[in-house]
């Protein structure tokens, strides 16, 4: 079957790291998409990985290990406004599904 | 500016009354999507379309209906709303299965 699972929340500090873990189940992978969703508000696009390895953009990197079924979002030098739910969503290749969500992180930056 | 947009934005009715959420897209997207999102339970996809007239049940399609006569509209229909449909709708848009997909602002729905 098809799982995906992530952190229900988390709490950090302003100026700090944090590291957003995502794990998976799925057959026939196609990718893994990050999104970031403040309150109320639609998701935004953050990130896509499709091979193994880390994607930096900017203070927030994405990483993938298809073998482990495994995805981590690292925000850097963290700000008050990245406070929000971050959702990890995945892509099944020979499906016209598009995404797998999961139930969302939600980050509290704290001053 | 490439976008979607849904409405209404905030919307609420009574068990029973028949209503529509609209949606559009401005970017040529083949593929448009539905989804519902409740507390603790993430973002669950409601229906989903590939193209004109080809459209396909997600994960909670029941009490739902979506038609897709054109390619930038996929409006969401609830035939005849319960409490239970009480949540936040989203219609997104993508190029295809694993491009980026660029979400609504959301609809608010209450029913009582």
């Known amino acids: 079957g098809q799982n995906i699972d992530q952190p229900t929340e988390m709490t950090a500090t302003e100026g700090a790291i944090v590291q957003i873990n995502c794990t998976y189940q799925?057959?026939?992978?196609?990718?893994l998409f990050w999104y970031q969703q403040h309150a109320g508000e639609a998701p935004t696009f953050l990130s896509y990985n499709v091979l193994d390895g880390l994607e930096e953009k900017g203070r927030f990197s994405s990483f993938l290990s298809r073998s482990k079924g495994y995805s981590y979002l690292l925000l850097k030098e963290l700000q008050m406004k990245d406070s929000a739910s971050y959702l990890c969503?995945?892509?099944?290749?020979?499906?016209?599904?598009?995404?797998?969500f999961g139930s969302g992180t939600q980050l509290t930056v704290l001053p | 500016e490439a976008q979607v947009t849904q409405n209404p934005r905030y919307l609420i009715t009574v068990t029973g009354k028949k209503l529509t959420v609209t949606c559009s897209q401005n970017m040529n997207h083949e593929y448009m999507s539905w989804y519902r999102q409740d507390p603790g339970l993430g973002l669950r996809q409601i229906y989903y379309?590939?193209?004109?007239?080809?459209?396909d049940k997600g994960d909670v399609p029941e009490g739902y209906k979506v038609s897709r006569k054109e390619k930038r509209n996929f409006p969401l229909i609830l035939e005849s709303p319960s409490p239970n449909q009480t949540s936040l709708y989203f219609c997104a848009s993508s190029a295809g299965a694993g491009t980026e997909a660029f979400f609504g602002q959301g609809t608010r729905l209450t029913v009582v």
């Open positions: 799925t057959s026939g992978f196609n990718g």
């Open positions: 969503a995945f892509v099944s290749s020979g499906s016209a599904r598009q995404l797998t």
């Open positions: 379309s590939m193209n004109v007239e080809v459209t």
